[in-house]
């Protein structure tokens, strides 16, 4: 039995060398199969250059199982699962480590029905690898190229708007020379072929496993300067920066500034709630009166659910939702197999601004003086528990509301907090938000950082 420490709370992902490698990825593709008694897995791959020979030690393993691999080759994570959904495959893996620095990798699964991993399934996948207690091979594995992948999934992608509402828009997009590029090329030759008035500003857009500009990770605040000046510079109406496997995209308006989460996540709830009107929207606990109050003012039912990608589509399946978003950039929706992309939240939000003929700065000003926050504030403690304990002791009994889904949420007449322990580090995060006076959140976080620092 060997020991894998790669097996996180949602996914695996490890240091190449260290406590991932090729051996571990072949037994995790038998464990794979085994685990899902599948038959047809799709499989696929961002740039990193360890990414190939990992894809080729997970198919390898997937085959020794009998396993008929659908090998997509160099795509992003949300591509692996539409097509595990349109090919009928009893599981879906993507070869990837997200953000993270070039000496990491990873692998991103779901299972039948682009249905996601739980955590008990990850648990059950880590024994059955490091048991390594396979059997003899069961032949007639074959791998093949998936044939009009990445067609169909342009076709659904692109379906997600009304092409001819379009307006004549200039947008920048930044691709961190990541996994993005390729697969935005073939959407953008899509959208033009159906008339499309859209002209693209390419940055830093062509696959480099050596991440040349630094590892695609737009949450960075300092990853973000070449987005804002490049959109400020070409007059763009918005920008839009993907994380390496683009399954996350991140928004800048058209004076070049970021565009916080939380708002992106209420823009998109009033655009499925016009369509929609009194669909589910499903939410993360950490920052919520902006959605709360987009939700209300379309009429829909605000769902909120632990953060996570587990947790939100399985809450998106559980309620039917027609769209989730978290502050952490990952949207999902219920019409791309209730899963998340990279790539339709900036198609919806162009429809977005041609249909109110208004600048994105403008949407998300409003949004921003109404419900001001302070973005993820992270604290490093000895005893994060003992942290917690003492916040919520000292101000619990000061609350309006004390909710537990994830971590401490306790809400004041003019605040609110979200604080929550990291699973992999000795980490707290913070999220303060406020009504109508951003003072409230200067004086909230000021509160919370004295209790937390207090020891």
């Known amino acids: 039995m060997r020991e894998m420490t790669c097996f996180k709370a949602y996914d695996i992902r490890g240091r190449l060398g260290e406590n991932l490698d090729e051996d571990i990825a072949e037994h995790v593709g038998r464990a794979f199969a085994q685990l899902l008694d599948a038959r047809r897995v799709v499989i696929g791959r961002d740039c990193r250059l360890s990414s190939e020979v990992l894809l080729d030690a997970t198919a390898r393993g997937l085959m020794r199982e009998g396993v008929e691999v659908l090998d997509l080759g160099l795509c992003g994570t949300e591509e692996v699962y539409f097509a595990t959904s349109h090919f009928g495959a009893d599981g879906g893996i993507e070869i990837t480590a997200s953000h993270n620095p070039p000496e990491y990798n990873g692998m991103k699964m779901v299972r039948a029905g682009s249905a996601p991993l739980s955590q008990e399934d990850l648990a059950a996948l880590q024994r059955l690898a490091e048991a390594s207690d396979f059997g003899p091979d069961a032949g007639g594995g074959t791998r093949l190229e998936a ?50 008035p859209l002209e ?88 919520v009166w902006n959605t709360l109050d987009a939700v209300a003012e379309g009429g829909g039912v605000p769902v909120q659910t632990r953060t996570g990608h587990a947790f939100l589509k399985q809450a998106m399946r559980d309620c039917g939702a027609i769209y989730g978003g978290e502050i952490s950039a990952h949207h999902y929706f219920r019409d791309f197999v209730c899963c998340d992309s990279g790539m339709i939240p900036w198609l919806m939000v162009a429809g ?104």
């Open 200 to 287: 693209f500003i390419r940055l830093h857009h062509e696959p480099d496993g050596h991440f040349p500009n630094g590892v695609p990770n737009p949450l960075l605040p300092e990853n973000r300067a070449p987005t804002a000046e490049a959109v400020r510079a070409a007059g763009a109406d918005f920008g839009v920066a993907w994380d390496g496997d683009f399954d996350r995209c991140f928004l800048f308006d058209d004076q070049g500034e970021f565009v916080p989460g939380e708002y992106v996540v209420g823009l998109l709830a009033t655009v499925f709630l016009a369509r929609e009107p009194g669909a589910c929207i499903v939410h993360d606990p950490r920052v």
């Open 352 to 455: 977005l601004l041609s249909d109110s003929g208004q600048r994105l700065s403008h949407l998300v000003a409003s949004r921003r003086a109404r419900f001001p926050s302070s973005g993820e504030i992270n604290f490093t403690l000895a005893d994060p528990a003992a942290a917690l304990a003492r916040v919520s002791e000292a101000l619990a009994p000061e609350a309006l509301e004390c909710d537990e889904t994830d971590g401490l949420s306790l809400s004041f007449p003019d605040w609110r907090f979200n604080l929550r322990p990291s699973n992999t580090e000795p980490l707290v995060r913070l999220n303060v938000e406020a009504r109508d006076d951003a003072s409230w959140v200067d004086a909230g976080v000021a509160r919370v950082r004295g209790l937390l620092q207090a020891d």
């Open 147 to 196: 044939e009009g992948a990445r067609a169909a999934y342009v076709a659904r992608v692109v379906g997600m708007v009304d092409v001819a509402a379009l307006r004549p828009m200039k947008i920048v997009v930044n691709a961190g020379n990541g996994t993005a590029g390729p697969t935005f090329d073939a959407i953008a030759e899509a959208l033009a072929a159906q008339g499309a």
